[in-house]
């Protein structure tokens, strides 16, 4: 998913999100009456209709929907929500049977039945929005209900991870009453079943957030209201925080904005580090005369020098990346640094002499201005530093909005172009998966046919992903091989807040959105 920021460990002056002697706790029926906590972000939704987006718009999904799994605090895998308890009943991963809490309703009180749920997935597929989320249902044959609480999931061939696509925010439960089965919904009227009901909404501007009362799931609120304020840059955002209109951000912040929060000895603000899985890469087009070739892309991978752009560029609020699937989930290996080591003009000149290439290249390499940061600019002016400092390399750069950008990569305009990755769910195959095939999210053809033929339909079959391993390594070496994709950073997760505000570390979820609930204003014993 294109969707969903990054941070500073270990600074004295910092302190961690997270309870700390001194203060309580508040449950799930002890409100606080000290107003709703204001969260700033910029990431605003596109649409408030889940079968309309496969973006930054998750982040309020999951407040104020249900989905029948997601991720109680400190789960790595999927767990129940709406559902009581879902599992696959057959060997293959073929047949998967969800059954319903009981008593479930939408916040304006209509009852959550099965049917409830098959209408809400079956028109993601229906409506098949463009830039929406009927892509994640590729293994979905169809949908069964049994009575009021009973829902089977018949897919077409084994998927072990047709959990966690249950458990994004893209499959989000919606009344069919309110929410039509061939249309996206218009209006800003939402009626869910999560632990918040949505009081307002001003696009762009703010969403208003209070309890539902009429939720039944695993989330423990810590707090009554949240009010969300969508913010158009990190700058806005962080003056905002410190002059107290808003008490957390949880997307968004630039790494100019993490470096001074960190280097700003300010007792009434603190900053959490968390792990993050989003990641940065290049796309190299294999219709074009050098970026198709495989000695022009290996030695491209032979001169990008990762640690300076972390360094110079993200001032070390971002990671090198050497494979596709970041740090932290299951089967990450390093193929990249593996196979190529410290950047080395002279490897890369063999390279190129090798294939028959003696004089210097000339690639225009394209990014976006207004999807990933405003460090992206930089960064791709330290890429063409590099190239072009080889002696090897003649770079143009060229940029586009988002829009204008999408319809570019998708006609195959660029010889190679920056992309951003946000995971709809965390496992290795989302990083692997989307990205190839005839038909991927990058709109540039890769068939890798030992990937989609053979590893991801072996390791799809896995039910425990531990054993997933050896199939997901076997992949990743095969996109070093090719050098199709070239990974540059994996980014981490930023949260900035008042002194007041506990429960950051607990509200940042596996898959990056925050879950609100967590949040709450600490309280003297």
Excluded at 110 to 132: E, F, M, N, W
Excluded at 344 to 353: D, E, N, Q
């Amino acid at each position: 998913m294109s969707h969903r920021n990054r941070f500073l460990r270990g600074a004295a002056a910092i302190a961690s999100l997270s309870l700390v002697a001194g203060c309580g706790l508040l449950s799930d029926g002890d409100p606080d009456d000290r107003g709703p906590i204001v969260v700033g972000t910029t990431s605003a939704p596109s649409t408030l209709d889940p079968a309309g987006a496969w973006d930054g718009s998750w982040e309020l999904y999951r407040n104020i929907f249900q989905t029948l799994l997601a991720y109680p605090n400190g789960a790595t895998t999927p767990q129940p929500d709406a559902a009581r308890a879902c599992s696959f009943t057959d060997s293959t991963s073929r047949t998967y049977r969800c059954q319903l809490r009981a008593g479930l309703k939408f916040a304006d009180g209509d009852p959550l039945t099965a049917a409830a749920v098959k209408h809400s997935i079956d028109r993601i597929r229906t409506i098949d929005a463009p830039g929406g989320p009927a892509g994640l249902l590729g293994s979905l044959d169809r949908v069964e209900t049994s009575g009021d609480r009973d829902v089977v999931f018949r897919l077409n061939k084994p998927d072990a991870t047709f959990p966690f696509v249950l458990a994004t925010p893209a499959m989000s439960l919606v009344d069919p009453d309110d929410y039509p089965a061939d249309s996206l919904r218009e209006g800003t009227d939402v009626h869910g079943s999560g632990p918040y009901e949505l009081r307002s909404y001003e696009e762009g501007e703010r969403a208003d957030l209070v309890r539902n009362d009429n939720y039944r799931g695993f989330a423990k609120r810590q707090n009554d209201a949240v009010t969300i304020r969508y913010f158009k840059n990190s700058a806005g955002m962080v003056e905002a925080l410190r002059d107290k209109r808003i008490d957390v951000t949880y997307r968004g912040l630039a790494a100019d904005d993490i470096v001074a929060l960190q280097e700003h000895d300010d007792e009434e603000l603190q900053l959490v580090d968390g792990a993050g899985t989003d990641i940065s890469y290049l796309v190299f087009n294999p219709a074009d005369p050098w970026a198709g070739r495989i000695a022009v892309r290996k030695a491209v991978a032979q001169l990008v020098d990762r640690g300076a752009i972390a360094h110079k560029v993200y001032k070390d609020t971002v990671d090198p990346l050497y494979s596709m699937v970041p740090k932290g989930l299951t089967g990450h290996a390093t193929g990249f640094f593996d196979d190529y080591g410290e950047p080395s003009a002279a490897k890369a000149r063999k390279i190129l002499t090798d294939a028959g290439i003696t004089r210097r290249v000339p690639l225009t390499l394209w990014y976006t201005t207004d999807r990933y940061g405003s460090e992206t600019g930089l960064m791709f002016q330290e890429l063409k530093r590099q190239l072009d400092g080889s002696g090897l390399f003649t770079i143009t750069l060229k940029s586009r909005p988002w829009k204008s950008y999408v319809a570019g990569f998708q006609k195959h305009e660029y010889p190679v172009f920056g992309r951003g990755w946000f995971p709809d769910f965390p496992d290795a195959d989302n990083f692997i998966a989307p990205f190839v095939g005839e038909h991927n999210a990058l709109g540039t053809p890769y068939p890798a046919k030992e990937i989609t033929g053979r590893l991801l339909p072996h390791a799809r079959a896995e039910s425990d992903r531990a054993q997933t391993v050896k199939d997901m390594e076997a992949a990743q070496q095969i996109m070093v091989d090719d050098a199709r994709l070239l990974p540059l950073w994996q980014g981490r997760q930023f949260v900035a807040a008042s002194v007041d505000i506990s429960g950051g570390e607990q509200a940042l979820d596996p898959s990056t959105v925050m879950t609100m609930w967590a949040l709450h204003r600490k309280t003297s014993w």
